[in-house]
Each structure stands twice: as C-alpha cells, then as structure tokens.
C-alpha cells in the first residue's frame, strides 16, 4: 500500500525560484525520506528526516515535518535546469519490509 | 547506483516466458528489495530480504519470485503467471536499520 501522497503531481517554474513539494502520509514512522529520479533512471537519496526533528537542511534543500498533521516538505531553493526531475517522499515505519513511496512531483524547471 | 548492478538495462519478454533480472550488489548490506514503477506512479514492493536464505513477499508479489543465495545477489523471476508485466523494476539495498536505500539503475521490461 502507498503511505505517502506527493502535492502537486506536477510543477514547472522557471529557473532561479523556489520549488516546494509536499508529503502526506498515514501512519506512524521511524523517519521520513526524499529521494530524486531523473527520468528513466534510478532513484537518488536526497535528504532523511527522523520522527523526533522538525526541520533538516542539505545544500539548497530544505525539509520539514509535522508529525503532528502526518505531513513533510521539501524546498528547492534557487532552481536549476538540472533540478528537473520527480521527486518522492518514502516513508519508514520501522518494518522489514523497508520503505513505502508515494507517488511523486514531477518537477519541471524552465530554463 | 554506485555498487548496485541491476541487468540488463533493457529486456523483451515474449508471453508465456520467465525472465530473470539480476541486482548484484557490493556494499555488504543486508537488506534488498525489489520494487515496481509503472509511468506516472511510485514504487510498490513486489519482495524484500534482510538475510541471506530468507525473503518475505511485499505487496505484489504475486507472480514473481526470488531467490537469495548470496549476500550479494537477489535475483527477481517474473513468471508467466504475471499477466502485466511490462514496468520499470528497481532494486534497492541498505543496512536495514534507520537509514537511507541505495537503488540501482533499473531494468525496463517490455512484453512484446
């Protein structure tokens, strides 16, 4: 089953703004994950936020989560062409059986 | 990537075939996972092992199969029981424990 529910399914903005995706999920977790797929390609660990942490920054990543409203960000800050990519939210509820990914923002930037 | 092999990149499966793809892996890992990606969707867990003999189906394994005879190796069977099998399949490993996955490159099977 999906546990994370990626909004919007799709963005474009031009090159140099920022880009915000957002993530919802059900139940419980151990951590929340980001991760990136240029197209046809694997998938790339981006940045992993516990239960206990409110906010986490990488480079020109910056992620938050609301335990409380089940619910994640990721901002993008001064976009790049290469930025263009879906990314994905991927939960971690302690389990064996790993991570559950939502569907994903496709994530356009316009040169 | 970067120490997750995942072949061939591209693979034709004709009906009534079983196709074998490969995820060979050196990070010494313990746990690997096989997912599904149809266009436009996320990833859904077809089977996972966190042990060397030893693997758990996940949300649709239903047919496909696996083996894990080695660390390093957790080949995915899709039979011909799979009746839509044409999908983007990506291979995952990682400690297991309250950290990221690795994935590799992915195989695209096509049945034609």
């Known amino acids: 089953s999906q546990q994370g529910e990626e909004d919007p399914q799709a963005l474009s903005i031009q090159e140099g703004e920022n880009a915000t995706m957002n993530c919802s999920y059900k139940t419980s977790i151990n951590n929340l994950q980001w991760y990136r797929q240029n197209s046809g390609r694997g998938l790339v660990h981006l940045i992993l936020i516990r239960s206990n942490e409110r906010e986490k920054h990488s480079g020109r990543l910056r992620v938050t989560l609301d335990t409380s409203k089940k619910s994640s960000s990721l901002l993008i800050t001064a976009s790049r062409a290469a930025d263009t990519a879906s990314y994905f939210c991927?939960?971690?509820?302690?389990?064996?059986?790993?991570?559950?990914f939502g569907k994903g923002t496709h994530l356009i930037i316009q040169p | 990537d970067g120490g997750i092999t995942q072949s061939p990149k591209y693979l034709f499966r004709k009906e009534g075939q079983n196709v074998t793809l490969s995820c060979e892996q050196n990070?010494?890992?313990?746990?690997m996972y096989w997912y599904r990606q149809d266009p436009g969707q996320g990833l859904r867990l077809i089977y996972y092992?966190?042990?060397?003999?030893?693997?758990q189906k996940g949300d649709i394994a239903e047919g496909y199969s696996v083996s894990r005879e080695k660390k390093e190796s957790f080949p995915l069977t899709v039979t011909s029981a799979q009746k839509n099998p044409t999908a983007f399949y990506l291979c995952a490993v990682s400690t297991g424990g309250d950290t990221e996955a690795f994935f590799g490159q992915g195989t695209r099977l096509t049945v034609v």
């Open positions: 092992s966190q042990i060397v003999n030893d693997f």
């Open positions: 990070l010494n890992h313990d746990a």
């Open positions: 991927a939960t971690d509820a302690g389990g064996a059986d790993g991570l559950t």
